[in-house]
């Protein structure tokens, strides 16, 4: 086996840690948040554990990305993962609510490194066929992270401490940092580099105002739609972004090119995400709500129908990523947004007596759809541009579908709170009323019938990438330059 060989096989590994490190992080707090609540109390702030970690990811995440390309892979995957073991050392050690979110955001802020950075490099190393391959093995981490993310977390919280949820970070991002400063090398050019300042301070001013607006929003929200803070939090989103895209169009080295999005493949590819991500996150808010509020089964059980989709989107993904090749991105792509859609509907036909195995059975096919949808989108758009983009392009892509799932959860949750809010109280005594149920239900199905044409959505926007005939002449394009 030669050096080289070697070299590759042990960035992988460091790879593929990295992402677990971040993919379990998620399901690992849930589990502990009722445990989190009783020891440092603040339940009002409990959703702001949750949100400012997505805040800060989704913000820094084109920041990174741009960096990436700018300075080297390495640099900023070394600082993310260290950014994300002291935010993590630090939630461990949180002594209140307020501390946790604040070292919540720290721990966000190396999150957004790692996630794009690490796709990028899989994309650096692997060309082609091998590229998508390894993209189907990546997205299989999310699957290994839903199934053993409760477990982790209800072992320490049961056994141990809820601060260890975190403490763990320490070994396991010490294992990534080690093979990725052994094994993984860069060759740079040394230029100066120049960085787009003024463009990362109004893109974070805009997209944080966004997403705080977006967050904060709505029936049972902290800030009514019309209200003076959320106007001007969007006025000031609205004004920001638009400086952005000015500056963006005149820079030399713009933090995320405007030429990346005049590339269709890489525009469509993030249409794509963009709307599937909004049906993932809605997908799993609602459905445990579904079963445990509608059918009266357990949060254990509501909790468990989360994982069917961990284990069909990996599948999916791990299919695509072999096949693509051989029957073509776009009908591979195509496939995926068709099970989405298919998913979709039958969600939309759910009714009040609907058995549990017609829900789970809706979790596999969307779960599926997800993964042969992700991988030929995530492999096109990085195969359409050089080394000194892919940063950029990858961070865009994982961006869009943060953006995707927080305005899908705004917007899901604005629909379903009026519905049940309007029609008064639904419980009695602590109970949920037949009344309540179906006020509930019929909540649930004003979310369910907005994914739908969601679903639709995704699945016209997938028929407009580029054929497989396309993009593998620029993807032999790209790769002579």
Not at 42 to 52: C, K, P
Not at 207 to 214: C, G, H, K, Q, T
Request: with cysteine; hydrophobic share 50%; net charge positive.
């Amino acid at each position: 086996m030669t050096t080289k060989t070697t070299n590759r096989k042990m960035v992988t590994v460091a790879m593929l840690v990295a992402i677990l490190l971040v993919a379990i992080d998620v399901t690992v707090v849930s589990t502990a948040t009722p445990q989190v609540v009783k020891d440092l109390r603040g339940l009002e702030m409990v959703s702001w554990v949750f949100a400012i970690y997505t805040l800060t990811t989704s913000v820094t995440t084109p920041i990174y990305g741009k960096l990436a390309d700018l300075f080297g892979r390495k640099k900023v995957f070394i600082f993310g993962v260290i950014a994300f073991i002291i935010g993590s050392m630090l939630c461990g050690a949180a002594q209140s609510m307020e501390q946790l979110i604040f070292f919540r955001a720290i721990q966000g802020i190396g999150g957004g490194a790692v996630m794009p950075i690490t796709f990028t490099i899989i994309g650096d190393l692997y060309p082609g066929e091998q590229r998508a391959k390894m993209q189907g093995v990546f997205s299989s981490v999310w699957g290994v992270a839903g199934l053993l993310g409760p477990l982790v977390g209800g072992f320490f919280v049961d056994q141990v401490s809820w601060r260890w949820i975190f403490y763990i970070n320490l070994p396991i991002g010490l294992i990534s940092l080690v093979l990725i400063w052994m094994f993984f090398h860069e060759n740079l050019e040394k230029v100066k580099r120049k960085i787009d300042y003024l463009g990362a301070l109004t893109f974070t001013i805009g997209i944080s105002s966004l997403l705080y607006a977006l967050l904060n929003a709505g029936e049972g929200q902290k800030y009514a739609w019309d209200s003076g803070t959320i106007m001007t939090l969007f006025v000031v989103s609205v004004v920001f972004l638009a400086l952005f895209i000015f500056i963006e169009t005149k820079v030399e080295e713009p933090m995320l090119p405007p030429s990346l999005f005049k590339i269709p493949v890489i525009l469509v590819s993030n249409v794509v995400a963009f709307l599937a991500s909004a049906i993932v996150i809605g997908v799993n808010v609602y459905l445990p709500m579904w079963i445990q509020t509608i059918l009266g089964h357990s949060a254990t059980s509501s909790g468990l129908t989360l994982m069917p989709m961990s284990i069909a989107w990996p599948l999916g993904a791990t299919l695509a990523g072999r096949y693509m090749y051989k029957i073509g991105s776009k009908k591979t792509a195509v496939f995926g947004t068709v099970l989405i859609s298919l998913g979709t509907t039958w969600l939309m036909a759910v009714e009040l007596n609907s058995p549990y195995w017609y829900l789970v059975g809706i979790m596999i096919v969307i779960g599926l759809g997800m993964g042969y949808a992700t991988t030929p989108t995530t492999v096109l758009i990085q195969s359409a541009v050089g080394w000194r983009m892919r940063g950029a392009a990858t961070a865009s892509n994982t961006f869009t579908r943060s953006v995707g799932q927080t305005i899908g959860i705004a917007v899901f949750g604005t629909i379903f709170n009026s519905m049940v809010i309007s029609q008064g109280p639904t419980q009695t005594g602590g109970a949920m009323t037949e009344a309540g149920k179906e006020v509930f239900a019929g909540g649930m199905h004003l979310v369910f019938t907005l994914m739908f044409f969601i679903g639709i959505a995704v699945f016209i926007a997938s028929l407009f990438l580029p054929s497989h005939k396309k993009v593998l002449e620029q993807q032999q394009t790209v790769d002579q330059h």
